[in-house]
């Protein structure tokens, strides 16, 4: 039965996720409330597990939220489910675009996912900032205002003039993440 669960739940996943791997935390989110196969702080381990390994940050996910409900097949079912709606997604977009590629009403509905992708990132990247800053599930958190204006910062972060023309490496962002969250985790 698991299995069946598994295969379910990343087919829709595989399917409503538009915007890359970011846009499936919400999903796992539900997963993990739903079944129980993984905690909210394990979630975001996952996140960084996925993120610093080589591959796709979805497929990734899925993998190891597979791996954890049902062991190797478990991260292989998950896997190919969740990539099975692109596959066959983009096989039909393909077709679909080499004859109406051109059209205003096909370009404008590809304009208009883009802030529907935009808002799922952003949701998640709320919900990860809150439980990787307080260490506690989401609906515990007394005070979601602070974190909810840390997320706007970080977003304001990526506007501010002449912030792209400093061209930091971003091994130095990743060190800094690491000694931030090493700092927060002592401090708490």
Not at 143 to 155: G, P, W
Request: overall charge positive; hydrophobic content about 55%.
């Amino acid at each position: 039965m698991t299995y069946i669960h598994l295969i379910l739940e990343f087919l829709k996943t595989g399917l409503l996720a538009i915007g890359g791997g970011l846009a499936t935390l919400p999903f796992l989110r539900e997963i993990s409330s739903k079944y129980g196969w993984f905690t909210e702080q394990e979630l975001v381990d996952m996140l960084a597990i996925s993120e610093s390994t080589p591959g796709p940050l979805g497929v990734n996910m899925a993998t190891y939220a597979g791996w954890n409900a049902a062991g190797i097949p478990g991260g292989t079912v998950a896997t190919l489910s969740l990539v099975l709606p692109s596959v066959i997604t983009v096989l039909i977009i393909a077709r679909f675009l080499k004859r109406y590629g051109e059209n205003k009403i096909v370009t404008g509905a590809f304009w208009a996912l883009r802030p529907a992708a935009t808002g799922l990132i952003g949701g998640a990247l709320f919900v990860l900032l809150i439980v990787t800053l307080s260490g506690t599930e989401a609906a515990n958190l007394p005070s979601v205002s602070l974190y909810a204006l840390l997320t706007a910062a970080c977003f304001a972060g990526e506007y501010i003039p002449g912030i792209k023309k400093l061209r930091i490496h971003p091994l130095f962002f990743i060190a800094a993440g690491a000694i931030f969250g090493i700092v927060l985790n002592l401090a708490q």
